[in-house]
């Protein structure tokens, strides 16, 4: 079983920058997909980035040149590097590792909140 902490949120101007971080107990090099999912109040939640093994990245289109997501495999860290921050990205943000076994976890998520 894997447990993911996220890390890195908080109260950002807009056109500022936020990185956040997931950090699993278990280790990550065989996750078949690690991503990051947001949903802001009263909205569903949205899919922003994901990696899959062997591809590339895979980022929403609203994010598109703005958000990068990485990993560092020695750390058991999954990061999203979110710049140029605009209002609409407030949202709570949650990072998701399906493993080898195809089971999905979960992290209790990091308040992203972008306000002047």
């Known amino acids: 079983q894997v447990r993911l902490v996220e890390s890195g949120g908080g109260l950002v101007q807009p056109g500022g920058s936020l990185k956040l971080s997931c950090t699993a107990s278990g280790s990550i090099n065989r996750a078949t997909t690690m991503a990051w999912y947001r949903q802001a109040r009263g909205k569903q939640r949205e899919l922003v980035s994901s990696?899959?093994?062997?591809?590339?990245?895979n980022y929403a289109d609203s994010v598109k040149g703005r958000f990068t997501i990485s990993k560092d495999n020695a750390e058991n860290t999954l990061y999203l590097q979110m710049n140029n921050l605009k209002p609409e990205d407030t949202a709570l943000y949650s990072c998701m590792v399906v493993d080898r076994f195809g089971t999905p976890y979960w992290g209790q998520g990091t308040q992203v909140t972008v306000s002047s």
């Open positions: 990696i899959q093994q062997g591809e590339d990245a």
